[in-house]
Protein backbone atom coordinates (compact mmCIF):
# COMPACT_ATOMS: atom_id res chain seq x y z
CA UNK A 1 0.00 0.00 0.00
CA UNK A 2 1.41 2.94 -0.95
CA UNK A 3 -0.49 5.24 1.78
CA UNK A 4 -2.46 4.04 5.11
CA UNK A 5 -4.89 5.61 6.84
CA UNK A 6 -7.18 5.08 9.33
CA UNK A 7 -10.25 3.14 8.28
CA UNK A 8 -8.43 1.65 5.21
CA UNK A 9 -9.75 -1.77 4.77
CA UNK A 10 -6.83 -4.36 5.11
CA UNK A 11 -5.32 -7.46 5.13
CA UNK A 12 -3.04 -7.68 8.08
CA UNK A 13 -0.30 -10.73 9.80
CA UNK A 14 0.78 -11.11 13.12
CA UNK A 15 3.97 -12.95 13.34
CA UNK A 16 3.13 -16.36 13.38
CA UNK A 17 -0.51 -16.45 11.96
CA UNK A 18 -1.39 -15.92 8.14
CA UNK A 19 -3.22 -12.82 7.01
CA UNK A 20 -6.53 -11.65 8.34
CA UNK A 21 -8.82 -8.94 6.98
CA UNK A 22 -8.62 -6.00 9.35
CA UNK A 23 -9.32 -2.00 9.67
CA UNK A 24 -6.95 0.42 10.56
CA UNK A 25 -8.01 1.83 13.93
CA UNK A 26 -6.89 4.79 16.12
CA UNK A 27 -5.47 3.12 19.35
CA UNK A 28 -6.38 3.65 23.09
CA UNK A 29 -4.11 6.14 24.85
CA UNK A 30 -2.58 3.23 27.03
CA UNK A 31 -1.48 1.44 24.27
CA UNK A 32 1.89 2.06 23.48
CA UNK A 33 3.24 1.82 19.85
CA UNK A 34 6.30 -1.01 20.35
CA UNK A 35 9.70 0.59 20.78
CA UNK A 36 12.09 0.45 17.29
CA UNK A 37 11.93 2.55 14.06
CA UNK A 38 9.54 0.12 11.82
CA UNK A 39 6.67 1.92 10.33
CA UNK A 40 3.97 0.29 11.90
CA UNK A 41 -0.81 0.57 12.10
CA UNK A 42 -3.18 -0.46 14.83
CA UNK A 43 -5.14 -3.16 13.19
CA UNK A 44 -8.75 -4.28 14.15
CA UNK A 45 -8.82 -7.76 13.00
CA UNK A 46 -12.29 -8.85 12.37
CA UNK A 47 -14.40 -11.92 13.17
CA UNK A 48 -12.00 -11.45 16.46
CA UNK A 49 -11.92 -8.62 18.54
CA UNK A 50 -8.40 -8.64 18.42
CA UNK A 51 -5.69 -5.80 18.15
CA UNK A 52 -2.53 -5.60 16.89
CA UNK A 53 0.74 -2.83 15.97
CA UNK A 54 1.64 -4.38 12.50
CA UNK A 55 4.31 -3.52 10.55
CA UNK A 56 3.76 -1.90 7.63
CA UNK A 57 5.28 -4.43 5.17
CA UNK A 58 3.00 -7.05 6.71
CA UNK A 59 -0.10 -4.95 5.71
CA UNK A 60 -1.98 -5.15 2.25
CA UNK A 61 -4.96 -3.23 0.71
CA UNK A 62 -8.16 -5.63 1.01
CA UNK A 63 -9.51 -5.00 -2.46
CA UNK A 64 -6.23 -5.56 -4.00
CA UNK A 65 -5.24 -8.78 -2.37
CA UNK A 66 -8.90 -10.18 -1.83
CA UNK A 67 -8.73 -12.66 -4.53
CA UNK A 68 -5.20 -14.36 -3.79
CA UNK A 69 -6.20 -14.30 -0.10
CA UNK A 70 -9.58 -15.70 0.02
CA UNK A 71 -8.54 -18.47 -2.72
CA UNK A 72 -8.35 -22.39 -1.40
CA UNK A 73 -9.21 -21.24 2.11
CA UNK A 74 -11.82 -23.22 3.90
CA UNK A 75 -11.67 -22.48 7.62
CA UNK A 76 -15.23 -21.62 8.33
CA UNK A 77 -13.99 -18.08 11.24
CA UNK A 78 -11.81 -16.90 8.18
CA UNK A 79 -14.20 -16.80 6.05
CA UNK A 80 -16.89 -15.53 8.41
CA UNK A 81 -14.55 -12.41 9.33
CA UNK A 82 -14.27 -11.89 5.32
CA UNK A 83 -17.78 -11.66 4.74
CA UNK A 84 -17.88 -9.14 8.04
CA UNK A 85 -15.57 -6.73 6.51
CA UNK A 86 -16.82 -7.15 2.55
CA UNK A 87 -20.28 -5.82 4.74
CA UNK A 88 -19.05 -3.43 6.42
CA UNK A 89 -17.61 -2.14 2.88
CA UNK A 90 -21.01 -2.61 0.56
CA UNK A 91 -22.08 -0.48 3.61
CA UNK A 92 -19.36 2.25 3.26
CA UNK A 93 -20.22 2.14 -0.64
CA UNK A 94 -23.53 3.27 -0.05
CA UNK A 95 -22.89 6.09 2.93
CA UNK A 96 -23.55 3.87 5.84
CA UNK A 97 -21.21 3.55 8.55
CA UNK A 98 -19.27 0.46 8.36
CA UNK A 99 -21.97 -1.52 11.19
CA UNK A 100 -25.14 -1.22 12.12
CA UNK A 101 -24.31 -0.51 15.78
CA UNK A 102 -22.67 3.12 14.93
CA UNK A 103 -26.08 4.19 13.62
CA UNK A 104 -27.80 2.86 16.92
CA UNK A 105 -25.42 4.74 18.72
CA UNK A 106 -23.96 7.63 17.21
CA UNK A 107 -21.94 8.33 19.59
CA UNK A 108 -20.30 5.19 18.92
CA UNK A 109 -17.42 4.76 16.28
CA UNK A 110 -16.50 1.64 14.44
CA UNK A 111 -12.67 3.13 14.32
CA UNK A 112 -12.56 3.30 18.21
CA UNK A 113 -10.95 0.08 20.21
CA UNK A 114 -13.46 -2.77 21.23
CA UNK A 115 -13.13 -2.25 24.84
CA UNK A 116 -13.97 1.31 24.50
CA UNK A 117 -17.27 -0.03 22.90
CA UNK A 118 -17.47 -2.21 25.15
CA UNK A 119 -17.76 0.41 28.17
CA UNK A 120 -20.42 2.06 26.17
CA UNK A 121 -23.03 -0.70 26.08
CA UNK A 122 -22.28 -1.65 21.85
CA UNK A 123 -23.94 -4.74 21.29
CA UNK A 124 -22.34 -7.49 19.74
CA UNK A 125 -22.97 -8.51 16.04
CA UNK A 126 -24.86 -11.38 16.39
CA UNK A 127 -24.38 -14.91 14.26
CA UNK A 128 -26.50 -17.65 13.06
CA UNK A 129 -26.31 -20.39 15.77
CA UNK A 130 -24.72 -23.83 14.82
CA UNK A 131 -26.69 -26.78 15.18
CA UNK A 132 -25.69 -29.34 17.28
CA UNK A 133 -24.06 -32.22 15.48
CA UNK A 134 -24.73 -35.65 17.26
CA UNK A 135 -22.18 -38.09 17.86
CA UNK A 136 -22.83 -42.13 17.51
CA UNK A 137 -20.93 -44.61 19.74
CA UNK A 138 -20.71 -48.25 19.35
CA UNK A 139 -21.10 -50.41 22.38
CA UNK A 140 -17.91 -51.63 23.82
CA UNK A 141 -17.58 -55.12 24.48
CA UNK A 142 -14.38 -54.83 27.00
CA UNK A 143 -13.87 -55.79 30.04
CA UNK A 144 -12.98 -52.87 32.68
CA UNK A 145 -12.86 -52.06 36.11
CA UNK A 146 -15.36 -48.71 35.88
CA UNK A 147 -19.04 -48.03 37.12
CA UNK A 148 -21.40 -49.25 33.77
CA UNK A 149 -24.42 -46.55 33.39
CA UNK A 150 -26.93 -49.67 32.78
CA UNK A 151 -26.22 -51.87 36.63
CA UNK A 152 -24.76 -50.16 39.62
CA UNK A 153 -21.83 -52.08 40.79
CA UNK A 154 -20.90 -54.63 38.24
CA UNK A 155 -18.27 -54.20 36.18
CA UNK A 156 -19.00 -53.95 32.73
CA UNK A 157 -19.17 -50.80 29.71
CA UNK A 158 -22.27 -49.44 28.89
CA UNK A 159 -23.68 -47.44 26.23
CA UNK A 160 -22.72 -44.19 26.74
CA UNK A 161 -25.26 -41.34 25.74
CA UNK A 162 -23.95 -37.75 25.00
CA UNK A 163 -26.42 -35.33 25.82
CA UNK A 164 -27.38 -32.56 22.93
CA UNK A 165 -25.27 -28.90 23.46
CA UNK A 166 -26.48 -26.09 22.44
CA UNK A 167 -23.34 -23.85 21.95
CA UNK A 168 -23.29 -20.07 21.81
CA UNK A 169 -23.00 -18.06 18.84
CA UNK A 170 -21.68 -15.22 20.57
CA UNK A 171 -17.98 -14.12 19.16
CA UNK A 172 -15.48 -13.52 21.70
CA UNK A 173 -11.71 -12.15 21.22
CA UNK A 174 -9.17 -15.14 20.59
CA UNK A 175 -7.98 -14.20 23.79
CA UNK A 176 -10.76 -14.26 25.56
CA UNK A 177 -11.11 -16.48 28.31
CA UNK A 178 -14.72 -16.76 28.54
CA UNK A 179 -16.37 -20.00 28.50
CA UNK A 180 -19.92 -20.99 27.70
CA UNK A 181 -21.59 -22.39 30.82
CA UNK A 182 -24.47 -19.78 30.84
CA UNK A 183 -25.56 -20.71 27.27
CA UNK A 184 -24.77 -24.23 27.34
CA UNK A 185 -28.15 -26.49 27.64
CA UNK A 186 -28.29 -30.53 28.47
CA UNK A 187 -30.69 -33.04 27.56
CA UNK A 188 -31.22 -35.18 30.84
CA UNK A 189 -29.69 -38.40 30.66
CA UNK A 190 -31.32 -41.44 31.68
CA UNK A 191 -28.87 -41.58 35.20
CA UNK A 192 -31.98 -42.46 38.71
CA UNK A 193 -30.52 -40.07 40.58
CA UNK A 194 -29.88 -40.57 44.10
CA UNK A 195 -31.76 -39.44 46.58
CA UNK A 196 -28.81 -38.31 48.63
CA UNK A 197 -28.27 -34.38 49.13
CA UNK A 198 -25.30 -33.25 46.94
CA UNK A 199 -23.43 -30.02 47.07
CA UNK A 200 -20.55 -28.79 44.47
CA UNK A 201 -18.26 -26.20 45.88
CA UNK A 202 -16.37 -24.41 42.94
CA UNK A 203 -18.17 -23.42 40.12
CA UNK A 204 -14.97 -22.72 37.56
CA UNK A 205 -14.51 -23.64 33.79
CA UNK A 206 -14.75 -27.49 35.00
CA UNK A 207 -16.64 -27.31 37.76
CA UNK A 208 -20.09 -25.14 36.38
CA UNK A 209 -20.33 -28.22 33.75
CA UNK A 210 -20.27 -30.99 35.97
CA UNK A 211 -22.67 -29.32 38.41
CA UNK A 212 -25.15 -28.92 35.52
CA UNK A 213 -24.86 -32.21 35.02
CA UNK A 214 -26.20 -33.15 38.39
CA UNK A 215 -28.71 -30.85 38.26
CA UNK A 216 -29.72 -31.84 34.69
CA UNK A 217 -29.94 -35.47 36.19
CA UNK A 218 -32.16 -34.85 38.82
CA UNK A 219 -29.93 -34.83 41.29
CA UNK A 220 -30.71 -32.48 44.53
CA UNK A 221 -27.81 -29.79 44.25
CA UNK A 222 -26.67 -27.04 46.40
CA UNK A 223 -23.61 -25.01 44.85
CA UNK A 224 -21.35 -22.55 46.73
CA UNK A 225 -18.61 -20.31 44.23
CA UNK A 226 -16.47 -17.36 45.64
CA UNK A 227 -18.25 -15.26 42.47
CA UNK A 228 -21.98 -15.98 43.57
CA UNK A 229 -22.93 -14.62 39.51
CA UNK A 230 -20.79 -18.27 38.41
CA UNK A 231 -23.57 -19.98 40.29
CA UNK A 232 -26.78 -18.72 38.25
CA UNK A 233 -26.98 -20.90 35.29
CA UNK A 234 -27.53 -23.38 38.01
CA UNK A 235 -29.58 -21.89 40.42
CA UNK A 236 -31.82 -21.28 37.40
CA UNK A 237 -31.39 -25.02 36.41
CA UNK A 238 -33.09 -25.57 39.84
CA UNK A 239 -29.99 -25.82 41.94
CA UNK A 240 -30.24 -24.01 45.50
CA UNK A 241 -27.55 -21.69 46.43
CA UNK A 242 -25.41 -22.05 49.44
CA UNK A 243 -23.90 -18.99 51.61
CA UNK A 244 -20.43 -20.77 52.54
CA UNK A 245 -18.94 -24.27 52.52
CA UNK A 246 -19.54 -25.26 55.57
CA UNK A 247 -23.37 -23.88 54.74
CA UNK A 248 -23.26 -26.44 51.46
CA UNK A 249 -21.96 -29.38 53.95
CA UNK A 250 -24.47 -28.76 56.63
CA UNK A 251 -27.32 -28.95 53.90
CA UNK A 252 -25.97 -31.77 52.10
CA UNK A 253 -24.78 -35.62 52.34
CA UNK A 254 -22.20 -35.53 49.69
CA UNK A 255 -20.27 -32.83 49.02
CA UNK A 256 -18.12 -32.57 45.78
CA UNK A 257 -15.86 -29.74 45.12
CA UNK A 258 -13.67 -28.51 42.07
CA UNK A 259 -11.52 -25.87 42.00
CA UNK A 260 -7.74 -25.14 40.71
CA UNK A 261 -4.95 -25.67 42.80
CA UNK A 262 -3.98 -27.16 46.17
CA UNK A 263 -4.31 -23.88 48.10
CA UNK A 264 -7.92 -23.20 46.91
CA UNK A 265 -8.29 -26.78 48.01
CA UNK A 266 -7.22 -26.12 51.66
CA UNK A 267 -8.85 -23.04 51.65
CA UNK A 268 -12.51 -24.06 51.37
CA UNK A 269 -12.13 -27.06 53.35
CA UNK A 270 -9.77 -25.51 56.27
CA UNK A 271 -10.31 -21.50 55.78
CA UNK A 272 -13.04 -19.63 57.58
CA UNK A 273 -16.54 -21.17 57.24
CA UNK A 274 -14.70 -24.17 55.27
CA UNK A 275 -15.98 -27.77 54.95
CA UNK A 276 -14.85 -28.78 57.89
CA UNK A 277 -16.94 -26.51 60.03
CA UNK A 278 -19.68 -27.95 58.64
CA UNK A 279 -18.90 -31.66 58.55
CA UNK A 280 -19.97 -34.33 60.68
CA UNK A 281 -20.04 -38.40 60.99
CA UNK A 282 -21.34 -40.09 57.62
CA UNK A 283 -21.07 -36.95 55.29
CA UNK A 284 -18.92 -37.80 52.80
CA UNK A 285 -16.35 -35.26 50.73
CA UNK A 286 -15.36 -35.30 46.88
CA UNK A 287 -12.81 -33.17 45.89
CA UNK A 288 -12.11 -33.93 42.20
CA UNK A 289 -9.42 -30.96 42.09
CA UNK A 290 -6.08 -31.86 40.66
CA UNK A 291 -3.65 -31.47 43.19
CA UNK A 292 -0.93 -33.10 44.67
CA UNK A 293 -0.59 -36.79 46.92
CA UNK A 294 0.58 -34.64 49.77
CA UNK A 295 -2.70 -32.56 49.95
CA UNK A 296 -4.53 -35.16 49.18
CA UNK A 297 -3.67 -37.15 52.53
CA UNK A 298 -3.79 -33.63 54.73
CA UNK A 299 -7.19 -33.16 53.47
CA UNK A 300 -8.72 -36.57 54.11
CA UNK A 301 -7.02 -36.81 57.59
CA UNK A 302 -8.75 -33.70 58.12
CA UNK A 303 -12.02 -34.95 57.59
CA UNK A 304 -11.79 -38.32 58.82
CA UNK A 305 -11.35 -37.14 62.37
CA UNK A 306 -14.68 -34.74 62.39
CA UNK A 307 -16.16 -38.33 61.42
CA UNK A 308 -16.18 -37.60 57.76
CA UNK A 309 -15.28 -39.87 54.36
CA UNK A 310 -13.11 -38.85 51.82
CA UNK A 311 -12.18 -39.61 47.95
CA UNK A 312 -10.55 -38.06 45.18
CA UNK A 313 -11.56 -38.11 42.57
CA UNK A 314 -9.54 -36.04 39.51
CA UNK A 315 -10.89 -35.72 36.18
CA UNK A 316 -9.30 -36.10 32.43
CA UNK A 317 -11.00 -34.03 29.96
CA UNK A 318 -11.19 -30.23 29.07
CA UNK A 319 -14.42 -27.98 29.12
CA UNK A 320 -16.05 -29.83 26.22
CA UNK A 321 -15.83 -33.21 27.66
CA UNK A 322 -17.14 -31.61 30.75
CA UNK A 323 -20.25 -30.24 28.85
CA UNK A 324 -21.09 -33.43 27.51
CA UNK A 325 -20.78 -35.41 30.49
CA UNK A 326 -18.20 -37.57 29.19
CA UNK A 327 -15.39 -37.04 31.68
CA UNK A 328 -13.31 -40.24 32.35
CA UNK A 329 -13.14 -39.86 36.52
CA UNK A 330 -10.54 -41.39 38.64
CA UNK A 331 -11.27 -42.39 41.93
CA UNK A 332 -9.39 -43.37 45.06
CA UNK A 333 -9.67 -43.30 48.79
CA UNK A 334 -13.16 -44.58 51.05
CA UNK A 335 -15.17 -47.36 48.76
CA UNK A 336 -18.48 -46.61 50.25
CA UNK A 337 -18.22 -43.38 49.24
CA UNK A 338 -17.36 -44.48 45.92
CA UNK A 339 -20.44 -46.71 45.64
CA UNK A 340 -22.85 -43.99 47.04
CA UNK A 341 -21.80 -41.47 44.39
CA UNK A 342 -22.58 -44.21 41.49
CA UNK A 343 -25.49 -42.05 40.04
CA UNK A 344 -23.36 -38.39 40.36
CA UNK A 345 -20.27 -39.81 38.44
CA UNK A 346 -22.80 -41.41 35.76
CA UNK A 347 -23.68 -37.97 35.26
CA UNK A 348 -20.65 -36.50 35.18
CA UNK A 349 -18.52 -38.87 33.35
CA UNK A 350 -18.27 -42.11 30.76
CA UNK A 351 -16.01 -43.50 33.05
CA UNK A 352 -14.99 -44.19 36.35
CA UNK A 353 -11.97 -45.91 38.09
CA UNK A 354 -11.40 -47.11 41.31
CA UNK A 355 -7.71 -46.79 41.59
CA UNK A 356 -7.47 -47.82 45.28
CA UNK A 357 -5.42 -46.09 48.40
CA UNK A 358 -5.28 -42.71 48.48
CA UNK A 359 -2.91 -40.66 46.27
CA UNK A 360 -3.05 -43.14 43.34
CA UNK A 361 -5.55 -40.99 41.80
CA UNK A 362 -3.74 -37.63 42.05
CA UNK A 363 -0.51 -39.43 40.79
CA UNK A 364 -2.18 -40.69 37.46
CA UNK A 365 -3.89 -37.87 36.77
CA UNK A 366 -0.70 -35.59 37.07
CA UNK A 367 1.76 -38.14 34.79
CA UNK A 368 -1.47 -37.88 32.18
CA UNK A 369 -1.51 -34.35 32.38
CA UNK A 370 2.42 -34.36 32.04
CA UNK A 371 1.96 -36.15 29.02
CA UNK A 372 -0.71 -33.74 27.98
CA UNK A 373 1.91 -30.53 28.46
CA UNK A 374 4.67 -31.73 26.64
CA UNK A 375 3.18 -33.18 23.73
CA UNK A 376 1.07 -29.38 23.42
CA UNK A 377 4.04 -27.57 24.11
CA UNK A 378 5.88 -30.02 21.13
CA UNK A 379 3.22 -29.43 18.99
CA UNK A 380 3.41 -25.65 19.33
CA UNK A 381 7.15 -25.75 18.95
CA UNK A 382 7.22 -28.05 15.60
CA UNK A 383 4.57 -25.07 14.03
CA UNK A 384 6.85 -22.40 14.88
CA UNK A 385 9.77 -24.09 13.46
CA UNK A 386 7.91 -25.21 10.01
CA UNK A 387 6.94 -21.06 10.01
CA UNK A 388 10.48 -20.14 10.53
CA UNK A 389 11.61 -23.09 7.91
CA UNK A 390 9.21 -21.04 5.46
CA UNK A 391 6.60 -24.21 5.57
CA UNK A 392 3.36 -24.15 4.99
CA UNK A 393 1.57 -24.47 8.88
CA UNK A 394 -1.31 -25.69 7.76
CA UNK A 395 0.02 -28.28 5.44
CA UNK A 396 1.54 -29.81 8.15
CA UNK A 397 -1.76 -29.77 10.35
CA UNK A 398 -3.14 -32.00 7.63
CA UNK A 399 -0.72 -34.24 7.32
CA UNK A 400 -0.60 -34.91 11.02
CA UNK A 401 -4.25 -35.47 11.11
CA UNK A 402 -3.46 -38.07 8.30
CA UNK A 403 -0.73 -39.83 10.14
CA UNK A 404 -0.26 -41.80 13.16
CA UNK A 405 -0.11 -38.38 15.09
CA UNK A 406 -3.46 -37.52 15.07
CA UNK A 407 -5.36 -36.92 17.51
CA UNK A 408 -7.70 -34.33 19.54
CA UNK A 409 -4.55 -32.65 20.74
CA UNK A 410 -3.37 -31.93 17.21
CA UNK A 411 -7.21 -31.29 15.87
CA UNK A 412 -7.68 -28.70 18.91
CA UNK A 413 -4.56 -27.05 19.66
CA UNK A 414 -3.22 -27.21 16.76
CA UNK A 415 -6.43 -25.00 15.39
CA UNK A 416 -6.54 -22.68 18.44
CA UNK A 417 -2.56 -21.99 17.57
CA UNK A 418 -3.26 -21.41 13.77
CA UNK A 419 -6.34 -19.48 14.31
CA UNK A 420 -5.09 -17.53 17.23
CA UNK A 421 -8.11 -18.25 19.61
CA UNK A 422 -7.31 -19.58 22.70
CA UNK A 423 -10.19 -19.47 25.18
CA UNK A 424 -9.75 -20.74 27.65
CA UNK A 425 -10.16 -25.13 28.05
CA UNK A 426 -7.43 -26.03 30.11
CA UNK A 427 -5.64 -22.95 31.16
CA UNK A 428 -1.99 -22.19 30.50
CA UNK A 429 -2.13 -20.93 34.58
CA UNK A 430 -2.93 -24.24 35.84
CA UNK A 431 -0.68 -26.62 33.27
CA UNK A 432 1.72 -24.98 34.68
CA UNK A 433 0.90 -25.95 38.53
CA UNK A 434 0.21 -29.47 36.90
CA UNK A 435 3.84 -29.75 35.62
CA UNK A 436 5.18 -28.18 38.89
CA UNK A 437 3.30 -30.76 40.67
CA UNK A 438 4.61 -34.11 38.51
CA UNK A 439 8.41 -32.79 38.82
CA UNK A 440 7.86 -32.77 42.60
CA UNK A 441 7.02 -36.42 42.43
CA UNK A 442 9.50 -37.10 40.19
CA UNK A 443 12.27 -35.36 42.20
CA UNK A 444 10.69 -37.52 45.36
CA UNK A 445 11.66 -40.81 43.13
CA UNK A 446 14.72 -39.91 41.93
CA UNK A 447 13.53 -39.96 38.36
CA UNK A 448 14.17 -37.90 36.26
CA UNK A 449 11.83 -36.02 34.06
CA UNK A 450 13.70 -33.96 31.28
CA UNK A 451 10.88 -33.54 28.56
CA UNK A 452 8.81 -32.44 31.67
CA UNK A 453 11.21 -30.19 32.74
CA UNK A 454 11.62 -28.40 29.47
CA UNK A 455 8.27 -27.94 28.86
CA UNK A 456 7.14 -26.37 32.13
CA UNK A 457 10.32 -23.57 31.22
CA UNK A 458 7.63 -22.88 28.47
CA UNK A 459 4.67 -22.67 30.28
CA UNK A 460 6.27 -20.82 32.97
CA UNK A 461 8.09 -18.41 29.98
CA UNK A 462 3.93 -18.14 28.88
CA UNK A 463 2.41 -17.69 32.31
CA UNK A 464 5.12 -14.33 32.59
CA UNK A 465 3.90 -12.81 29.44
CA UNK A 466 0.39 -12.81 30.60
CA UNK A 467 -1.09 -15.94 29.30
CA UNK A 468 -1.57 -17.57 32.26
CA UNK A 469 -5.44 -17.41 32.09
CA UNK A 470 -5.80 -18.28 27.94
CA UNK A 471 -5.66 -22.13 26.91
CA UNK A 472 -2.48 -23.76 27.55
CA UNK A 473 -2.32 -23.93 23.44
CA UNK A 474 -1.02 -20.19 23.59
CA UNK A 475 2.38 -21.69 25.09
CA UNK A 476 2.86 -21.27 21.05
CA UNK A 477 3.25 -17.50 21.70
CA UNK A 478 6.31 -17.77 24.53
CA UNK A 479 7.82 -20.14 21.97
CA UNK A 480 7.27 -17.91 19.33
CA UNK A 481 7.80 -14.39 20.69
Known amino acids: MSRIEIGDFVWAKMT ?266 GKGFVDMSTIDVDTVKEIAEAVCMRGGRYLEAPVNGSKKEAEQGNLVILAAGDRSLYMDCYSCFESMGKKTFFMGELGNAAKNKLIMNMMLGSFTASLAESLTLAEKAGLDQYTLLEVLNLSGLSCDVVKSKGAAIMEGHFPASHPLRHMQKDMKLVLQIGEELEQPLHVAGAANELFKRGKAMGYGDRDMACVYRAINA
Open 16 to 281: GYPYWPGKIVEPEDDIKKPKGKSEMHFVRFYGTGDHAWTKVDLIKDFAEHKKSLISGSRRSNFLDAVKEIEHACERREKGLPDTSEEESEAESSDDEPLSKRAKGGAKSTPTKEPKPVPRKKKPSTKKSAYLSREEPGRRMSGDIRTPDIKLSAARRSPDSTADADSTTQYTPREVIATDKKIGFLGLGIMGSSMAMSLVSTGHDVTVWNRTTDRCTPAVKAGAKLGTSPSDVVQACDIIFSCVSDPGAVRDIVIGNAGVLQGMSS
